[in-house]
C-alpha cells in the first residue's frame, strides 16, 4: 500500500499557513463521553494530534458533554486512556463542553437580545411538523415573533427550572423557508430535569444542543481547523451562523472528512453499547470488538493502528474498508517486532525411543530470523515431547509435508525424527508416536536424503499449560445489519473458539499481559490479562497469512 500522508486537509493548512492567516494551526478531538472509542475514533485522532504535531499546532483533548443522560465519568478515563495509549498527549488541554454551560449561556442571552433566538413552547412533536420537508417549507411557530423582554424572562426562568421538561425550547430565529432544513430555526436548548450531569451534576436543568454547543466551543478554545465527519456537511450553515452571530473570540472552520466504515464490524455506539449490555460479547474490551480496548487486547499496537489510519487516507467519499487492512497493519508490525515461540494447540505426544529417560539437551533457538539483536532462548529437549496433532496424518492427503508413518519430518530449532510406531487405545483412537532421531540432523542437512516438512513442538514435562482463544470476525456479512435486518442477526456464532489443554515452550513460563509473540506456523498471539501463574491465556491477534474470509 502507498502511505503518503498529503490529503486535502493537509493542502487546506498549507495554504493557510502560507498565506499568514494563521502562525500556527490548533485541532480538536471531541468524542461524546457515552462509549468507548473505536477504530473510527483512531482515524479522527491520528488526524487531529498528528496535524498539531506535524505542523506548528496544538490539539485539545475535548469531551462534548451536552447530553447528560448517556453520559459518564467511566467513559471520560476509558478515553483518555486509549488516546493516551495511541500515543498522543494534549497535555494540559483537556477541556469539557459543560465547562463552557455558563458563556453559552449569556452568548444565547445576546442572540435573544439581537433578536435571533425566541422561546418557543411547541412540543417536541409540534416542532417537527412545523419543520416542513426537502419539498415543503417549514411554518412559523406561533411564538417565533414573542418580545425580546418576554423571551430573556422565560429563557431565565427555564434556567431557574420553573418549566417541566419538553415545555419550552429556545430556538435559534433564522429562516423557515430555508432549503436547507438545518436552519429552519433550530432547536439550541431543551430542559432536561433530574440528571446528574457527570461535571456539572444537578447545577443545571437546561442543555444546549451539540450544534449550538460545537462551534461556540470550538471558537472558545481558538481552534482554526474543525475537523468532523461528512454527515455534519449540511449542519456547517449553522455552524457559521452560530460563530457570526455571538461574540465568541475566534473563527473556526469546520471541514468534513469522510468516516471510516469497517467491513464485517459495526461502529455506532448505540450498537457497541447493545453488544455489550445485551451479553453479546464480554465487555467494552472484548478481542472482536473495534474499540481501541478491544483492539488492545486483541494484541493491536498503537503503532500498527497508527499505520493503517495512514493508509487509509482522508477524503471526503465514503467507502468500506476491508478488515484485510487492518489485519495486514498489525501483521506488518509484529512480524517485525514479536518474538518467535512454540506453542502446540492440539497435543500429540511422541516418545523418541532412541533417547535416554533422563535426555536432557538444550537447543539454541533464534527469537528472531531477520533481528539477530532479539537473541534467542534455549528449549529443553527431553524423551516425549508434543506436536500437533494436525502435523501427524496416517492417511496423508497430496501434498502433505508434516509427519506420517514411517516418515521424517525436522523438528524446529532441533533434529529430523522419524516416526516408527502409532500407538493406539483399546477403542483404536490414537494416543501417541514412537519415534526415533537422527543425531546427526541438528543444524545439518540429513545424509542422503531429503526432509521437506518442519514442525513445531514443546517437550513434554517442562510445556507450560495454556489456554488459546482463537477470535473471528464478529458478524457474518461485511455491512451487519444492511437491508433492514437487525445486526445482531448476522452475528458470527463461532466468533470465538477457546482452546483448552493447548501446551507452550518454557520460555514463555514468565510471560507477563500485554506480551506479544509469533507462534511459529499458528500466528500472532497476545498474553490476555486473564492469565494467572498456573495458567497462561493467550489471544489469537491474526493468522500469519491472510486468512481473512477463506
Ligand atoms: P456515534 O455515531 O457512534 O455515536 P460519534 O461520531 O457520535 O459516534 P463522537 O464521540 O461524537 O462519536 O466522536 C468523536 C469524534 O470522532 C468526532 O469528531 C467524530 O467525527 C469522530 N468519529 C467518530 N466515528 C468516526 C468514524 N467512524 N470515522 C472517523 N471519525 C469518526
Ligand atoms: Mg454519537
Ligand atoms: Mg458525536
Sequence with gaps: AVTSKTNFIRQIIEEDLAAGRHTRIATRFPPEPNGYLHIGHAKSIVLNFGLAQDYPGICNLRFDDTNPH????????AIKADVRWLGYDWGERVYFASDYFERLYAFAVELIEKGLAYVCDLTAEEIREHRGTLTVPGRDSPHRDRQVAENLDLFRRMRAGEFPDGSHTLRARIDMASPNINLRDPVLYRIRHGVIHHQTGSEWCLYPTYDYTHPISDALEGITHSLCTLEFEDHRPLYDWCIDHVSVPSKPRQIEFSRLNLEYTVMSKRRLTQLVEEGHVQGWDDPRLPTIAGLRRRGYTPAAIRTFCDRIGVTKSDNLVEMAMLESAIRDDLDATAPRRMAVLRPLKVVIDTLPADHDELLEAANHPKDPAQGSRQIPFTREIYIDREDFAEDPPKGFKRLVPGGEVRLRSGYVIRCEEVIRDETGALV??????????????????KVKGVIHWVPATEAVAAEVRLYDRLFQVPEPGAGGRDFRDDINPASLVVIDGALVEPA?????PGERFQFEREGYF???PDSTTGRLCFNRTVGLRDSWGK
Design 526 to 528: 497476545v498474553v490476555d
Design 70 to 77: 448517556k453520559e459518564n465519568h467511566e467513559f471520560v478515563e
Design 508 to 512: 514463555l513460563a514468565d510471560c507477563q
Design 432 to 449: 501417541a508416536l514412537r519415534a526415533s532421531h537422527d543425531p546427526a540432523t541438528l543444524g545439518a542437512k540429513p545424509e542422503g536424503r
